[in-house]
């Protein structure tokens, strides 16, 4: 039996081929005991450390804030800040925990039934009763994970973008929810609902000790795909590139622009784009951009070859640096490892082996080519030595 065919907990007993067909970009799951025997990575406190710390995204939403209704506020915050809030109707979200605590990243092996690529990061939200962000829709799917306490969520429905908003205030809440008949669920430690795109949901703390994980995936919309394929293109397109009309007929009117020009214009853009190398060497870079682009700390002052075999041989294993992205691709016999928005040519075994998340061990220097092409992605900050860390 393969991983596709076997059912997993995770996905209430579904298998992964199940949930994709039926599910994923579909329609909501709501799945009791996901997760048996929860225990919360975090608790409050720790969370609310993450968001006092710089560099941390954190927002604090109050529904009823000092300075108006829906009130957003962006961290670091200090002790001061979480002294002076109610007791109730106020949430506290963390973005990219997975970037900071090794046992939220390993929540992200569960889902390994997904391209590892399509994966944003992990949200944790605390909220004390009645603490909520609103009812509101998402462009991405998301895996809403209950750690601790309780939540409500309410579901209404697949709801247009367009749809319309509270004015005036820094969310996008919608001005009209109508929950749907079935769709009002109260989620304990364990439980998990899966939401596609644009669904309309509304989840409110029901306890002083909600926590959620949210698991969260990237997917590029048509505006910024077309920008960023368009400017990777124009990067390698060469000068004398240009609309031509060799053959052209003699203008009846010198002032208008004819079918024929149009067309050869439309001919030029499209043989332009449709170039399946390119797209594939952009998609790769783009899929593999990490989501905090300084986050990355290039080894400094740069290691030699020598110096990344000695340190192997040494029993020193490198690891994914938080944060880090890491995908590959075949076209035909070009391989190519993408790591962090660039590409790095080598052998299908070498890709493979270091795209995945496991820890590389001196065994890897037996591929081809691994001594070079992990001296460069240590150098730039892809992979790194954890204990250099903890002797500062």
Known sequence: MSQRDEPLTLLGDLTPAEFMAEYWQQKPLLIRGAFPDMLSPLDPDELAGLACEEGIEARLVEENGPDGPWQVSHGPFDDATFERLPEEKWSLLVQAVDHYVPSVAALMDEFDFLPRWRLDDIMISYAPPGGSVGPHIDQYDVF???TSGQRRWQLGGMT???APIIPGIDLRILKDFEIEAGSDWVLEPGDMLYLP????????SQTDDCMTVSVGFRAPSADEAVTSYADYLGEQLLPSQRYSDA??????????IDDA??????????ETLDNPTQLSQWFGRVMTQPKYVDQLVPHDPPLSV????????????LYHAPGSRLAWRADGDTVTLFA???????SRELAQRLADPRPIHVDVLSLAGADALLTQLVNVGSLYWPQEDDDE
């Open 144 to 146: 809403l994970l209950q």
């Open 340 to 346: 962090d928005g660039d590409g790095y040519p080598c």
């Open 160 to 162: 247009a973008d367009a």
């Open 197 to 204: 795109p644009g669904w309309a949901h509304h989840g409110v």
């Open 247 to 256: 053959a052209m007929a003699p203008a009846d009117d010198a002032s208008e």
């Open 261 to 270: 020009a149009l067309e050869r214009m439309r001919q030029l853009i499209l």
């Open 306 to 317: 020598p110096e990344l075999v000695a340190a192997l041989q040494g029993d020193s294993p």
